[in-house]
């Protein structure tokens, strides 16, 4: 029989990679973090046993990380205002940040996130968001609410940590895990995640970028309202800017920029990888990836976590690092929230947006039955009606992936026949999924929540079907807002034009993954993130031998 001891028990907890990553990580935190775990016996024991774990590990393997376990009814649960067990306190006597609920999945990645950020306290603050909030003079609590499967709702809750850090005087930041809170993503009326509240006041669903999430913060209403008014005020500041200088900057840390991190390094270039969100991209999304040689049947977080630790162990990658602006010139400049960049050369690695339907009830019933994610929201609709909208592969891994989660699920489809591979449509027919065929969806209908949708047939015959959701999944636009800016040329159909090496038209700035279009699958994005970094390599040992005969002056 097996005697591990207690601690190599809480180890083993964490898979070896993650726990090389975390080790590291936590090794370089500058100051002591203390992490409080409140619990209780009876209901919820799973994910309180979970918490208790994952935290006792956290422990063992940092000796940066302090912690203190209390049961939820004892004297000092009361003190701190303990409403739910499992609840995780990050260093509470400095900072009211607190996990509601099992830090499992994407939301152990916010936990992780939020010690980071506790071991830095101001520094880790960027100079725009110590600003916005200096003037906050009412106190502020944010609850984000988030599911262990949704990759957007650590950037939120970061959003909201950063913003308890840099005042916690003023704001409490919680992240409210809808999987185990039930009742209270009920009361909120939580229909997508992530789903943001502040002050019982105001609400927004979705990841938004810090300086908007900051500014309503402190005005507590839609930034639209205060936008204008806060630009005006904002002084143009003439200090001098400090840059990083690296060989190569990849932007966006999916399959392509990760790859391309990895070979980056090998060749000898240095670099950094920046992504506006966590790492993994449409893949983070994927509830199950069937087609990576390698891997018969893995989950795309699963799949994520592997590539990540594989590619952080040649390069930095600096998540939830959005770039707000690139300049080209000798060297191309890349400006950040927190650090600017200046580089030989930047791969665009920049991924692809959702497409929207855009019929009446879309925008309203956003984050109330109308969702672009079936991964992150499915769990609300579980017993419930779904439509699904398109024909792809994603359309069809949603329709799968929904029925297993017990939701009565329809596809509609514009077309006879759909685009997703084989083994996908095979899947569906086997699942007995409902198809409409030949059909768009042309309204969506409700009082405060979906209710059903508008079909019209392509003969013109109109059905009201009744749903709880409709999911889109028809497809995605390319992110080329800094590609063109860079000034790349794009092709027809608006993804980055580049040539079999990877490099678009402008010279030292290539494009690799989703962005580019084709077949965009994973294999293809890592191909083509290591074909670029090799074509970067070869592009700036060549244009060095130009400097090294004096006939081009180029850095
Ligand atoms: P997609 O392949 O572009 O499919 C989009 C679907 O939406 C098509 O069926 C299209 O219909 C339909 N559509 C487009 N615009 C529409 C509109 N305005 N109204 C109604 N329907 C509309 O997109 P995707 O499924 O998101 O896949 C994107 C890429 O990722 C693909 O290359 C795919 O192979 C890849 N992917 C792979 C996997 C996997 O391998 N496991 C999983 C997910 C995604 P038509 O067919 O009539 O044009």
Known sequence: MSTLSA?????????????????????????????????AEGEHREYNDFTLNICRAFNVISDKIELREYAVDSEMGKNRNII???TVLISPDEYDIRFLGAPAGEEGRALVEALNLASKGADGISESTKEILEPLEEDRLVKIFASPTCPYCPGQAINAFKAAVARPDKISAWNISTLDNENMAHEYKVGSVPHTDINDTVTFTGLEPEEKFMLQLLFLKPLEEVVEEQRAAKAETTEDTVYEDVDLAIIGGGPAGMSAGIYA?????????????????????TPKVENYPGFTNIQGFELVEILGSHAREYTDIQQFAEVKDVKYGP?????????????????????????????????????????YCATCDGNFYKGGKAVIVGGGNTALTD????????????????????RAEKVL?????????????????????????????????????????DTDVVFVAIGHTANTELAEKL???????GFIKVDP????????????????????????????????????????TRLFDDIKDNTKNIW
């Open 7 to 39: 601690e190599e028990k809480y180890r083993n907890f964490i898979p070896e990679e993650s726990r090389e990553y975390l080790e590291k990580l936590f090794a370089e935190f500058k100051r002591t973090v203390t992490i409080e775990v409140y619990t």
């Open 265 to 285: 390094k090998r060749s000898g270039l240095s670099c950094i990888i920046l992504e506006k969100q966590g790492v993994g991209g449409q893949v983070a999304l």
């Open 84 to 86: 739910a067990t499992p």
């Open 501 to 540: 090496t990877q490099r678009t038209s402008v010279e030292r700035v290539y494009a690799a993954g989703d962005v580019t279009g084709g077949v965009r699958q994973i294999i293809t994005a890592t191909g083509q993130g290591a074909a670029a970094a090799l074509t970067a390599f070869d592009d700036f």
């Open 487 to 493: 000034g790349c040329e794009l092709r027809p159909d």
């Open 331 to 371: 060297r191309i400049e890349i400006t950040t929230d927190e650090k600017n960049y200046r580089a030989k050369g930047v791969l665009l690695a920049t991924g692809v947006n959702v497409r929207m339907l855009g019929v009446p009830g879309e925008d309203k019933f956003y984050g109330h039955g109308v969702s």
């Open 399 to 418: 329709a799968l992936h929904l029925k297993h989660l017990g939701i009565e699920t329809t596809i509609v489809h514009r077309g006879d026949k759909f």
């Open 425 to 465: 449509q095979d899947s569906v027919n086997r699942e007995g999924i409902n198809i409409i065929w030949n059909s768009q969806v042309t309204e969506i209908i409700g009082e405060d929540q979906v209710e059903s949708a508008r079909i019209v047939n392509k003969d013109g015959t109109e059905t009201i079907l």
